[in-house]
């Protein structure tokens, strides 16, 4: 059972890494309507690799409870072995593209705050506070 849990983990997390791929794709593109499309299939596969990721979890904790006395090394086969060493990878693969795809989404929403700032000026108030100035390009005269 170890086996199939950490196939299909493996499988989540190849599509998790093609769906970043993509957005990665499509922002450089500026077709954010795509992005926003992937969200929910992104999330649906996420909580899935939670779930079978924690199904690992339980399998090892068994194998550990009842072989108290013997390592890792003598209680996973080869094939387990090099299937964890395989979902690690993936893991390290998809966790430098999540940091190249929020280099541009960090990009991005800075490009439209300026652009936001320049149409509606801000008077900065400390670090967090922003008190929008009265914009003569939206004042009303009555």
Do not use: C, W
């Not at 280099?103 to 936001?116: A, P, W």
């Amino acid at each position: 059972m170890l086996i199939h849990y950490l196939e299909e983990a493996g499988e989540d997390l190849q599509r998790l890494i093609d769906l970043t791929a993509g957005d990665i794709e499509d922002i450089k593109a500026a077709r954010h309507e795509r992005m926003f499309d992937r969200i929910e299939t992104k999330e649906r596969t996420l909580k899935a690799f939670e779930n079978r990721k924690a199904a690992i979890d339980r399998e090892i904790a068994t194998l550990l409870k009842n072989n108290p006395n013997s390592g890792m090394e003598e209680l996973l086969e080869e094939e387990v072995r090099e299937k964890l060493a395989a979902l690690k990878a993936k893991l390290e693969k998809l966790q430098a593209l999540n940091r190249r795809y929020a280099r541009f989404v960090i990009s991005v929403g800075e490009f439209y705050d300026s652009l936001y700032e320049e149409m509606l000026p801000v008077e900065k108030d400390g670090y967090m506070g922003k008190n929008t100035k009265l914009a003569s390009l939206l004042e009303v005269r009555v």
